[in-house]
């Protein structure tokens, strides 16, 4: 087809051309045709009326041009009015690639070319990257389950076992059959009170029965069944064992904890693969954790693995009980004081009179631990602030800790908030803040390390670590 150069005046726009063209278009198109000049001639009918090009026909009146390239199509009548529709009706049919389109819009944007000769103006260029672009929590929520799904959790400074990720992987831990709380005392904490929400109510409902408040103590008493399904004890979550062996401890590595307890620490340790070794001053919870293992390690995947190894006896001699053996990682959940009293013997620390005496003793313990650590290796350390009985007032138990392992030669490097669950503490918030008390729903994690930052990071693989689901081995 031959493209004729017509004037404008010449040209007859369509008198019932349905196409509307609002002033911000003419004015786009204007900066169009000065910029590139005129690419796309205007299409006329047979008997002179315009069927496309109405817009760019309107843009070169306001610009001044007086002289236009043109296409004659043979086309009049009805079928040129079909077309008229056509050609602005299949333009609606198409659509934009927005991430290309905005690929392409970000490639320009250099600065040095204005963006708007792209046709769109600015409020609709942020328009397009909104609609294409995650809300903040979609980017949130998305940025989380990248990271849970490369290193279990996110690897924040805060720990949210609260968070669903957490519970579901703690499920999975639980369905192996760990037990942490067997071997111990149903009411070692002496805080019988701290119980969850449902037995509150089960007290509650008992004292109405009566028609007279009971102790906590009587309450147990006379009803043994639920004494046996509500222990005081605190468990040690199976999830922060996994994700502190994973970031901080060297594959397949050795493991000493200098203050084991229950099982949890022991058990995740050997069904991931490490080498544990757990001390403990009590026969009873040992034998216990062995039972467990032995139980638990039934299990087809978990029959060929090393199982965890727990010793009896006072971590103040861990030099006699552990002799020419070097460990990959310190990992612990020593008593906090008298916050936890764990048996009346005598060498057992949780049961000293004296706090001085105490960190004494505590800090004895840590030295040979440390000394049996590798060079650019982890220690982490799983505490929390407890109260003078007497004032009520914090001992500083976390700057205790840092203070002795700063004092045995380690670097202070991590400190993580341990977000744990609420529970009872909902039912005894308002008791305890009678004495403006604050309800304490955190543990601190402190992570020290021994040697050289620079070995470590030859030591350690990359950022991202090899997360192998914890599947459920028994059931249906």
């Not at 031959?2 to 278009?25: F, G, L, M, W, Y």
């Not at 005129?38 to 002179?48: C, K, R």
């Not at 499920?171 to 760990?178: A, H, N, S, Y």
């Not at 005598?346 to 505590?362: A, G, M, R």
């Amino acid at each position: 087809m031959e493209i004729k150069t017509v004037k404008i005046n010449e040209i007859k726009p369509h008198p019932k051309n349905p196409r509307v063209h609002p002033d911000s278009a003419i004015d786009k198109l204007v900066r169009s045709i000065k910029e590139y000049g005129w690419t796309n001639p205007v299409l006329v009918s047979a008997d002179g009326y315009v069927l496309a090009g109405h817009a760019r026909l309107k843009a070169a009146e306001k610009a001044g041009i007086e002289e236009v390239p043109v296409i004659y199509l043979p086309l009049e009548g009805e079928k040129a009015e079909a077309y008229l529709i056509a050609d602005n009706r299949l333009q609606d049919e198409t659509d934009w690639d927005y991430e290309k389109l905005i690929d392409l819009l970000q490639e320009l944007d250099t600065g040095e070319f204005d963006l708007e000769l792209t046709g769109f103006d600015m409020d609709e260029i942020e328009e397009l990257i909104a609609k294409i672009s995650p809300t903040e929590q979609e980017k949130k929520e998305e940025a989380a389950k990248t990271l849970t799904e490369r290193f279990i959790v996110p690897p924040f400074s805060v720990l949210d076992t609260r968070q669903g990720y957490w519970q579901e992987r703690k499920r999975k831990w639980l369905t192996l059959g760990i037990k942490g709380e067997l071997g111990r005392d149903d009411n070692l904490t002496f805080a019988s009170s701290s119980q969850p929400i449902g037995v509150y109510k089960k007290k509650n409902e008992y004292e109405e029965k009566l028609g007279y408040k009971v102790s906590w103590e009587e309450f147990f008493e006379k009803n043994p069944d639920i004494t046996g399904t509500v222990p005081g004890t605190s468990i040690f979550d199976p999830v922060l064992c996994e994700i502190s062996y994973r970031w901080f401890c060297t594959t397949g590595g050795k493991i000493l904890d200098p203050f084991a307890g229950g099982s949890v620490r022991g058990v995740t340790a050997a069904v991931l693969g490490y080498l544990y070794t757990g001390i403990e001053l009590r026969g009873e919870q040992v034998e216990s954790n062995r039972q467990q293992w032995e139980e638990i390690s039934k299990i087809p995947q978990l029959q060929n693995i090393k199982p965890p190894q727990w010793i009896t006896g006072d971590s103040n001699d861990l030099n006699k009980l552990i002799q020419n053996e070097k460990y990959d990682m310190i990992f612990t959940c020593p008593p906090y004081f008298d916050l936890e009293v764990y048996s009346n013997n005598e060498k057992d620390i949780s049961n000293f009179k004296s706090y001085k005496e105490f960190l004494k003793v505590y800090k004895n313990i840590f030295a040979q631990a440390v000394e049996k650590l590798n060079n650019n290796r982890f220690a982490v350390i799983v505490v929390g602030e407890i109260r003078d009985k007497k004032t009520g007032i914090y001992r500083n138990f976390v700057a205790d800790n840092i203070r002795i392992f700063t004092d045995l030669g380690l670097k202070y490097y991590n400190e993580a908030i341990l977000i744990n669950q609420v529970s009872s503490l909902a039912v005894r918030a308002s008791r305890i803040f009678r004495k403006r008390k604050l309800g304490r729903v955190h543990q601190n994690v402190l992570v020290f390390y021994k040697g050289e930052l620079e070995a470590i990071k030859e030591i350690f693989p990359p950022e991202e670590i090899e997360v192998s689901d914890i599947e459920y081995f028994g059931g249906d």
